[in-house]
Antibody, heavy 119, light 109 residues
Framework: QVQLQESGPGLVKPSQTLSLTCTVS??????????WSWIRQHPGKGLEWIGY???????YYNPSLKSRVTISVDTSKNQFSLKLSSVTAADTAVYYC???????????WGQGTLVTVSS | EIVLTQSPGTLSLSPGERATLSCRAS???????LAWYQQKPGQAPRLLIY???SRATGIPDRFSGSGSGTDFTLTISRLEPEDFAVYYC??????????FGGGTKVEIK
């Protein structure tokens, strides 16, 4: 059973960089065919896809966030990470990591972590 | 970008009733690459349906999906108490760009 777990600071100051890590267990992150993804949900709102990194290392980002987003992978630790730069209060949200499969549906999700942007 | 519009915003029904949720796309979703998710308060979304009509592993057969092109439907044949939640559609036909609908809340009447 694949499990994902987000970790990182719950509070980030405006203009700083939000950094989160997702640890994957129950399967290798370098096994083929999966899109290791980040999705966020603003309080009381819907879901917003942030981006993903394919097992090959290719990345794809939401055009609306592309200039501020970097997703990377550390296969030695079976983790992938999100960096979102120059954050504002509008980036306050629950951030989920998820596994994308079959081009791309999200079949496994982390529990989510709330990140608040505030001074 | 394909915009997904879900309706209604809220559906008030009683247990045992049939729920019909709509997801309309701003342009045709290729190969019916549309998925549905269920989200309960404080939980991550759960995949219900993919490919417009295929149930994900472990999903009860009271959940069914249909549609093609720009119009898709999620039907819950008989609502169980645990089905009251928010439902989202998601298109992946224009991958790598993915979009979600705004959600439909199914609440107890």
């Amino acid at each position: 059973q694949v499990q994902l777990q987000e970790s990182g600071p719950g509070l980030v100051k405006p203009s700083q960089t939000l950094s989160l890590t997702c640890t994957v267990s129950g399967g290798s992150i370098s096994s083929g065919g999966y899109y290791w993804s980040w999705i966020r949900q603003h309080p009381g709102k819907g879901l917003e896809w942030i981006g993903y990194i394919y097992y090959s290392g290719s990345t794809y980002y939401n055009p609306s966030l592309k200039s501020r987003v970097t997703i990377s992978v550390d296969t030695s630790k079976n983790q992938f990470s999100l960096k979102l730069s120059s954050v504002t209060a509008a980036d306050t949200a629950v951030y989920y990591c998820a596994r994308g499969a079959q081009g791309v549906i999200f079949d496994y999700w982390g529990q989510g972590t709330l990140v608040t942007v505030s001074s | 970008e394909i915009v997904l519009t879900q309706s209604p915003g809220t559906l008030s029904l009683s247990p045992g009733e049939r729920a019909t949720l709509s997801c309309r796309a701003s342009q045709s979703v290729s190969s019916s690459y549309l998925a549905w998710y269920q989200q309960k308060p404080g939980q991550a979304p759960r995949l219900l349906i993919y490919g417009a009509s295929s149930r994900a592993t472990g999903i009860p057969d009271r959940f069914s999906g249909s549609g093609s092109g720009t119009d898709f439907t999620l039907t819950i044949s008989r609502l169980e108490p645990e089905d009251f939640a928010v439902y989202y559609c998601q298109q992946y036909g224009s991958s790598p760009e993915l979009t979600f609908g705004g959600g439909t809340k199914v609440e107890i009447k």
